[in-house]
């Protein structure tokens, strides 16, 4: 049985060495059984190194074979995986190396080059590991080494290891400050793969395309999936929505995966029929599918099953809606899945009646360990489950979302609405603060509010408000060239809009839910204007 996240794959390999489990246009085609000596190889490497059980591996890469195998070799050596979007700047991946405390680097050297300026501020990173040889230019502060993959199978001897210890640490924006590391056990990574690939009906004979990035559990889950199945896992990153459906057809792909902005990019375009044939399933997640744009995608893809979801890092994944439901439910999130139960309750936490607002409450085997050295933060979204009997002593802590969602008298869930400020925008949680500290940081500013309004593509746009200091002349060009430098594209804002007087609560505080609401309409005066 698999209980470990290397289990799955060692258990696939042993079925069918000579599977195809990860393509990549560069590395070509990797069967199980090398992928098993890759990870091996690296496992052993990773010990070497002096790694040891429960520390931290970062792994800053694109998504290539050698990210992939880096996830299974600190799983193997007895380590946990730190996924890092490819996409952050330095001062973003410095925080998240240090606040997990990660000892080991896993990167490229133009990667390793790039960062090399934060090192110092890195003070658990004993050793950046790379995965081919750099420029003898590459000047490193800590020690550095070449892994060479391997020729053969590596002699290796795992440790002792649980389902219930940590297996990874996925960084996720939270409603205050800097993101946040959500501890995922080995369970929560196996079950979350087994509920998946049942509902979804794969098999060995499946073919994803991987668009979306590692470190987004979305986007994992399409990785562990296909290990779990032994179906085939395309390794892509695109520059263009159009990219994507070129390597559809070239790659004869059976199921794709993606969020809101990126669906609405591509529903407009012409599908090969190739595509159109061949495509077995979709999937959305990351956001509520526009009705318009899944009406598109339905019409140009009549073969495809599409599987509309719903969930959150600290439980993986919660609910889906069945393709055969959507025009009966229409705007459901669907009902919980497999091995997981979904609770709406009130704030003293009893049960919502059917159709009464409350908040969404995940139970069951999904549900994370808490937030990396955070207790308090912990404790305020990992709480007792509801309901449950008296006579049991142990407390079982389940995720309160906060997330308000209404439930019908049949069990469909429907989402209402967040109240903890975030802004969810190209699919991505963002913190406000997070986004306002960069702007705080250049000056001439007296204060600044991050805000989400609706857009058609991206879900919400990331928009500042902004009161300068008496006598600056910032300008909406400075300010938004300053966060392009200090921040990931998809939180850069798209306006500045500035103001004499910023809009506070009774407490004193920005009041960001009311300037969303007057800004609510921005950008569709704006198409209104462009289009007249």
């Known amino acids: ?27 070509g085609d990797i069967t199980a059984e090398a992928f098993v000596n890759e990870t091996r ?9 002096g790694l040891h059980r429960d520390e931290r591996v970062g792994v800053f890469l694109p998504k290539v074979p050698a990210s992939v195998y880096a996830f299974y070799a600190a799983s193997l050596a007895g380590g946990v995986f730190v996924p890092i979007n490819p996409v952050l700047k330095p001062h973003q991946v410095q925080h998240i190396l240090s606040d997990c405390n990660v000892r080991i680097l896993v990167t490229s050297p133009d990667r390793a080059r790039h960062l090399a300026g934060v090192f110092a501020e890195c003070p658990d990173l004993r050793h950046v590991l790379l995965t081919e040889a750099g420029r003898d230019d590459l000047e490193c502060p800590l020690p550095l080494s070449v892994w060479h993959p391997a020729q053969d199978t590596a002699a290796f001897d795992a440790p002792p290891r649980v389902d219930n210890d940590m297996a990874a640490i996925l960084y996720t924006s939270g409603s205050t400050g800097r993101p946040k590391g959500v501890i995922i056990s080995h369970r929560n990574i196996v079950d979350g793969a087994r509920s998946v690939a049942s509902y979804l009906e794969m098999t060995q004979e499946d073919r994803l395309l991987a668009v979306l990035p590692f470190s987004f559990d979305y986007g994992l889950n399409q990785l562990t999936t296909c290990v779990l199945t032994g179906a085939t896992c395309v390794l892509f990153d695109y520059l263009l929505p159009r990219d994507v459906l070129k390597a559809l057809e070239r790659l004869a792909i059976g199921g794709l995966a993606a969020v809101p902005p990126l669906w609405a990019q591509l529903a407009p375009l012409d599908w090969p029929d190739a595509v159109t044939e061949r495509l077995r399933y979709i999937t959305n997640s990351g956001g509520a599918m526009p009705d318009g744009v899944l009406a598109r995608l339905r019409s140009v893809l009549p073969r495809t099953r599409p599987y509309l979801m719903y969930g959150l890092t600290e439980a993986f994944r919660s609910t889906f809606l069945p393709p055969e439901k959507i025009d009966e439910r229409r705007g459901s999130m669907g009902k919980a899945i497999p091995n997981a139960e979904i609770l709406v309750v009130r704030p003293d936490g009893t049960p919502a009646a059917p159709n009464e607002p409350g908040e969404l409450v995940h139970r069951g085997a999904l549900v994370a360990l808490g937030y990396w050295n955070d207790p308090e933060r912990t404790a305020a979204r990992f709480k007792p489950a509801p309901g449950r009997p008296g006579g049991i002593p142990t407390t079982e802590l389940a995720v309160w979302s906060g997330d308000t969602v209404r439930m019908d008298e049949d069990g469909y869930l429907y989402f209402m609405g967040r109240s903890d400020g975030m802004i969810k925008t190209s699919g991505y949680r963002v913190s406000p603060e997070e986004i306002e500290e ?11 509010a991050a805000i989400g309004v609706p857009h058609d593509t991206l879900g919400q746009a990331v928009v500042l408000i902004v009161r300068l200091l008496p006598g600056c002349e910032l300008d909406e060009a400075t300010l938004v060239a300053v966060c392009r430098r200090e921040l990931a594209n998809y939180m850069v804002p798209q306006r500045v809009i500035f103001t004499d007087e910023m809009l506070q609560n009774p407490n004193g505080k920005i009041d960001r839910t009311q300037l969303a609401r007057g800004y609510a309409d921005l950008f569709e005066s704006a198409t209104e204007t462009d289009a007249s």
Do not use: I, N
């Open 1 to 27: 049985m698999s209980y470990l996240l290397h289990h799955t794959l060692l258990a696939t390999a042993a079925r069918m060495p000579e599977r195809t489990l990860l393509v990549h246009d560069k590395y």
């Open 41 to 49: 190889s690296l496992a052993a490497t990773l010990q070497a190194l």
């Open 438 to 448: 960069v702007v705080y940081a250049h000056g001439g500013v007296e204060t600044v």
